[in-house]
């Protein structure tokens, strides 16, 4: 069991940054993959980024490939996310989530699966002023 909160939402101006932090509890933190999504008004909820288990790789979708970079810090039970240039259309709840699932991640689609995700936080607004 995992449990996550995220924080570091709020209102931004297009073209600001902003960073995302989720922290988890537990001690296996190292042992799940972990990623963030989002979900915009009135729209299904989107893959964003994964993060592996060690932090060595990464996996993005085309929305926020380049201006988006997923961290974490295994001390510290705590994932990332950097969000760069930001748009209006970035506008949405983030979510945190954790997969425990074994095995390697062979595609950004299956990285990108809600289904692997067994774990999620309550989510962070965040709103993009243009």
């Known amino acids: 069991q995992v449990q996550l909160v995220e924080s570091g939402g709020g209102l931004v101006q297009a073209g600001d940054p902003r960073r995302l932090s989720c922290a988890a509890s537990?001690?296996?933190?190292?042992?799940?993959?972990m990623g963030w999504f989002r979900q915009g008004p009135g729209k299904e909820r989107d893959p964003g980024v994964r993060i592996s288990r060690s932090g060595g790789a990464t996996w993005y979708a085309d929305s926020v490939k380049g201006r988006f970079t997923i961290s974490r810090d295994n001390a510290k039970n705590t994932v990332y996310l950097q969000m760069n240039s930001l748009k209006p259309e970035d506008t949405a709840v983030y979510y945190c989530a954790a997969d425990g699932s074994p095995g390697s991640i062979l595609s950004t689609r299956q990285a990108m699966a809600v289904t692997r995700y067994g774990f999620w936080g309550q989510g962070t607004q965040v709103t993009v002023s243009s």
């Open positions: 537990g001690r296996t933190f190292s042992s799940y993959g």
